[in-house]
């Protein structure tokens, strides 16, 4: 089934860690997106890619950093810069042709 | 960054009523798209529109682009228990590189 596919679902970061998370899709789409969601509130732009190795920050990319070597792969690391990182993570993808934007089903990041 | 009124914030409903919420912007936009997030998922897209006074229907889900490309609104009829979530609207604008501006959401909670 084409789709995206973030991992892993649950994440715990210790203070001053670094941690990663991962997405990939197998639509074929150009541009990748990350978002952030606190409880109760609406998505905010992290970054977003439109092509391979290239990337633009959003809204609230500080303490973020993400990399964008394959199309399908769009990996977060939340650095320990974040000094709020517990939040919802979406990553979204958007085919070239078309103003919908597709999300895979979240990671949940927790500091212990 | 620039974010779209998204309203009402939350709604307490029977079973059965029907349900409004609209977005307003003081900005046009080309695009718009309505999304509903169950809790711990991504968001799902339910409609698209493309036009102003363009009426679109998705089963008991009808979504209207305003007249004036400023705002739009989702109508849920006869709703039922799996209505619950959170509903998202976003707008598109062809000059802004295509960027989502997101509403901050309207919780559906459907009253036992």
């Known amino acids: 089934d084409g789709g995206i596919t973030q991992s892993p679902k649950y994440l715990f970061r210790k203070e001053g860690q670094n941690v990663t998370l991962s997405c990939e899709q197998n639509?074929?789409?150009?541009?990748m997106y990350w978002y952030r969601q606190d409880p109760g509130q609406g998505l905010r732009l992290i970054y977003y890619?439109?092509?391979?190795?290239?990337?633009q920050k959003g809204d609230i990319a500080e303490g973020y950093s993400v990399s964008r070597e394959k199309k399908e792969s769009f990996p977060l690391t939340v650095t320990s810069a974040q000094k709020n990182p517990t939040a919802f993570y979406l990553c979204?993808?958007?085919?070239?042709?078309?103003?919908?934007?597709?999300f895979g089903s979240g990671t949940q990041l927790s500091v212990l | 960054g620039q974010q779209l009124n998204q309203s009402p914030q939350s709604m307490f409903i029977q079973e059965g009523e029907d349900v409004s919420m609209n977005c307003t912007s003081s900005s046009i936009f080309n695009t718009w798209l309505w999304y509903k997030q169950d809790p711990g998922e991504g968001p799902v897209l339910l409609i698209a529109?493309?036009?102003a006074g363009e009426l679109t229907s998705n089963g008991r889900l009808t979504a209207q682009f305003g007249i004036t490309r400023k705002d739009s609104f989702l109508n849920i009829s006869a709703s039922i228990p799996s209505d619950v979530g959170i509903y998202f609207c976003?707008?598109?604008?062809?000059?802004?590189?295509?960027?989502?501006?997101w509403g901050a959401g309207t919780k559906l909670i459907i009253k036992p």
């Open positions: 979204a993808s958007l085919s070239g042709n078309s103003e919908k934007l597709f």
């Open positions: 976003a707008g598109v604008r062809h000059d802004s590189n295509y960027q989502l501006i």
């Open positions: 639509l074929n789409h150009d541009a």
């Open positions: 529109l493309y036009k």
């Open positions: 890619s439109q092509i391979v190795n290239d990337f």
